[in-house]
């Protein structure tokens, strides 16, 4: 595999929005929820995960094939140079759309082998949603959002940069994380969408289930 954009392509004008910024706040929640003493992350990007989990007293490495970009490791996701368990969670946030499918599950495989105790993937969702607020007076703020109405799932075309996205024809949220369990013994504990985003759908897999590979 080799990259699909330049270190340019994460300049803060053009990369960073606060809807982008929501779903960095929810990286860290539920990253710092699993109390991790060691995290990988699998292709940084411009590196605010890394930055900000620093902040926050949390140790983070970073993998990737881009030497520009900084990562800490720089390696195949195929093939990562640790042993089983190294890292308590392996995260990969909107990078595994930017494989092509057979080979994103293998990459999960892999990712499920170096981690202990989790690994948390966001991923494009491409059934529209408009997010909602509200106000309720003793309550607080009510974050939801609202479907878009579509007759059926589109046929998704690379566009030079994501081989396939979550609710398009083929991949539905059931059929990709089933192909996930199929491919490495994990368990899903959750998955949502981000409310201030909900392009950015997550999923957390449980990944102490199982610890034999071939």
Not at 47 to 60: C, M, Y
Not at 160 to 166: A, D, K, L, S
Request: include cysteine; proline fraction near 7%; charged fraction near 25%.
């Amino acid at each position: 595999m080799h990259k699909q954009v330049d270190k340019s392509h994460y300049e803060f004008g053009k990369y960073m929005n606060k809807r982008r910024w929501a779903s960095v706040w929810h990286q860290l929640d539920e990253v710092i929820k699993l109390d991790p003493d060691r995290v990988l992350e699998i292709g940084p990007g411009p590196g605010l995960f890394k930055a900000a989990a620093g902040a926050l007293g949390v140790h983070v490495e970073t993998l990737g094939l881009d030497p520009e970009l900084g990562p800490d490791h720089v390696a195949s996701v195929f093939e990562m140079p640790f042993e089983d368990c190294a890292f308590d969670v392996v995260c990969a946030f909107q990078m595994l759309e930017h494989l092509p499918f057979e080979r994103s599950l293998e990459a999960f495989r892999e990712m499920v082998r170096v981690a202990g105790k989790a690994v948390v993937v966001s991923l494009p969702d491409a059934a529209k949603r408009w997010p909602c607020s509200i106000h309720v007076p003793r309550v607080g703020e009510l974050k939801f959002s609202i479907p878009k109405p579509r007759l059926h799932a589109p046929v998704h075309e690379f566009d030079g940069q994501h081989y396939w996205e979550v609710n398009k024809q083929g991949y539905t949220v059931k059929e990709v994380i089933e192909a996930f369990r199929r491919e490495a013994p994990v368990s899903l504990a959750r998955t949502f969408r981000v409310p201030e985003n909900p392009y950015h759908r997550f999923l957390v897999f449980d990944a102490t289930i199982g610890r034999q590979f071939d």
